[in-house]
């Protein structure tokens, strides 16, 4: 399927590794010149070079987009060869807490990051794609809005809000030619997630190789219908449907890329 994103200049917020690394790659394949962003200068590059050798188009950015100082940079150099047609607020982060140990600077400190820090974005690069009369806005989002866990409860929080800033961009777009979307993944292996489970897996039983860790600590942690974690090339996928003119149509939805993990029909 044509994508027909040539023209689109797309930027993918924490696009130097992981889900966001893979949807600017396959964003770039699908014809949009891609930005790619990160705090990381060296990881930065190293993706766009591999977008380039692919054929692909990609410029750099390197910026915190936790201060108001410091996003407006970033929007203003993702914008320096051309306007943004395609928003994909992916940066975020968590730390592995307790409600115990989840204090309130920490509270504050991931909603900034997962939140605000989309919000400003958002407000950079929106009226833009508002004027022109066409844009996608694609929230990264996460079955823990809506299905949440009693770890990481700062974490759960923010996927929450962030799911529910998305709809309410949608409502605030209408008639406009600009779409505000979520895609929802599940448990996606990136290298973070995979030592985070092999370091787990000798005191909890789970086996001694991959392919024997991975359907138990899935189990243990996430039970989903496919009995494995989602590759970043999965919520890619997703995104990139959402940015083509197929999805039009698609306004205010959540799209849940997890493998059956949050169990609902609705």
């Known amino acids: 399927m044509n994508l027909d994103l040539q023209g689109k200049r797309a930027l993918v917020t924490g696009s130097s590794a992981g889900l966001g690394a893979a949807t600017a790659k396959l964003l770039a394949a699908e014809g949009a010149a891609v930005v790619v962003h990160g705090r990381h200068e060296d990881r930065v590059r190293a993706v766009a070079e591999a977008i380039r050798a692919n054929g692909g188009t990609a410029d750099t950015v390197v910026g915190d987009l936790a201060g108001d100082e410091g996003a407006a940079a970033v929007a203003r150099a993702a914008a320096a060869h051309g306007p943004i047609d395609i928003l994909v607020n992916n940066a975020g982060f968590y730390r592995h807490v307790s409600w115990a140990d989840a204090t309130p600077a920490e509270w504050s400190d991931t909603y900034n990051v997962n939140v605000v820090s989309g919000v400003r974005m958002i407000r950079h690069l929106v009226p833009g794609m508002?004027?022109?009369?066409?844009?996608?806005?694609i929230t990264i989002g996460g079955g823990l809005a809506i299905q949440p866990m009693n770890a990481?409860?700062?974490?759960?929080a923010t996927l929450a809000a962030r799911h529910n800033l998305a709809v309410s961009l949608a409502r605030e777009l209408r008639g406009t030619g600009v779409t505000s979307n979520v895609v929802s993944p599940g448990a996606i292996l990136v290298e973070a997630t995979r030592d985070y489970v092999l370091g787990l897996a000798p005191d909890r039983g789970w086996g001694g190789t991959w392919e024997e860790v991975e359907p138990n600590a899935v189990e243990a942690?996430?039970?989903n219908d496919q009995r494995r974690f989602g590759r970043p090339e999965e919520i890619a996928a997703a995104v990139a449907y959402l940015c083509s003119?197929?999805?039009?149509?698609?306004?205010?939805?959540t799209i849940r890329v997890d493998g059956g993990l949050v169990r609902s029909a609705f």
């Open 130 to 137: 508002r004027e022109r009369g066409w844009g996608r806005v």
């Open 245 to 253: 003119g197929y999805a039009q149509y698609v306004s205010g939805a």
């Open 221 to 223: 942690f996430l039970p």
């Open 152 to 156: 990481h409860p700062q974490y759960n």
